[in-house]
């Protein structure tokens, strides 16, 4: 079964710094999307960035970049210069594609990022 | 004005009591989607829809039903809520394309007494 696992349940970093979440995840499917969520204490879910498994390039959005590591089935995100506006609850998110029912996700169970001035 | 909308933003209600907490989305897209989160935890799927015709159970579904009335709209319907339903519920919705990406309400919370 496929599963998200997000092992930092908070993290602190200075402002201006760079920091890394992490994601692993468990699929038996070759074909499969992994997504980054930013849910501000406000709630609402603001997708950040997407990682197909057949792209060749890591993803990238501005200061969000996904790095992709496919056989050690990983995909942490990174935030670089961070800013006390990135202060939230991040979520990793996998797609996995089998049959007529291709858009379930699943979601792990999240990191808490809260940024020092 | 937002892409996917959620009415009631807020609502309290009594155990036993039938609420429907309704979604429509601006986007164009096929698929809709309910999800309910927990506090500390991330979202689970309640049921999905990949257009008016298709509704799907996802993880949670029991306690809960659903209507799709038009591809714009998908509604959430406790039959007699019961106080373990108190969360914070997303409605989402994704097309096609761009990886399905899943684009989400603001999210309705709720609480059952």
């Known amino acids: 079964a496929q599963k998200i696992t997000q092992t930092q349940p908070g993290m602190f970093v200075q402002e201006k710094e760079a920091v890394t979440l992490d994601c692993t995840y468990d699929?038996?499917?070759?074909?499969?999307?992994l997504f980054w969520y930013k849910q501000p204490s406000s709630g609402e879910m603001i997708f950040l960035i997407y990682?197909?498994?057949?792209?060749?390039q890591n993803a990238t959005e501005g200061r969000y970049s996904l790095n992709f590591q496919k056989a050690r089935k990983s995909a942490n995100l990174v935030i670089s210069a961070s800013q006390l506006g990135d202060s939230a609850m991040y979520f990793c998110?996998?797609?996995?594609?089998?049959?007529?029912?291709?858009?379930?996700?699943?979601f792990g169970s999240g990191t808490r990022l809260s940024i020092r001035p | 004005d937002a892409d996917v909308t959620q009415t009631p933003r807020n609502r309290i209600t009594k155990t036993g009591k039938r609420i429907m907490l309704e979604c429509s989305q601006t986007?164009?897209?096929?698929?809709m989607y309910w999800y309910r989160q927990d506090p500390g935890l991330g979202l689970r799927l309640i049921y999905y829809?990949?257009?008016?015709?298709?509704?799907n159970k996802g993880e949670i579904s029991d306690g809960y039903s659903v209507s799709r009335q038009a591809q714009a709209k998908f509604s959430l319907s406790l039959e007699s809520a019961i106080p373990n339903q108190t969360a914070l519920y997303f409605c989402?919705?994704?097309?096609?394309?761009?990886?399905?990406?899943?684009?989400f309400g603001p999210g309705t919370r709720l609480l059952v007494l």
């Open positions: 989402a919705t994704s097309d096609s394309g761009t990886g399905e990406t899943q684009y």
């Open positions: 699929t038996s499917d070759q074909s499969y999307g």
């Open positions: 990682q197909g498994s057949y792209d060749e």
């Open positions: 998110a996998m797609r996995e594609r089998g049959g007529s029912s291709a858009s379930k996700i699943i």
């Open positions: 986007k164009g897209h096929d698929r």
């Open positions: 829809s990949f257009d008016v015709k298709d509704i």
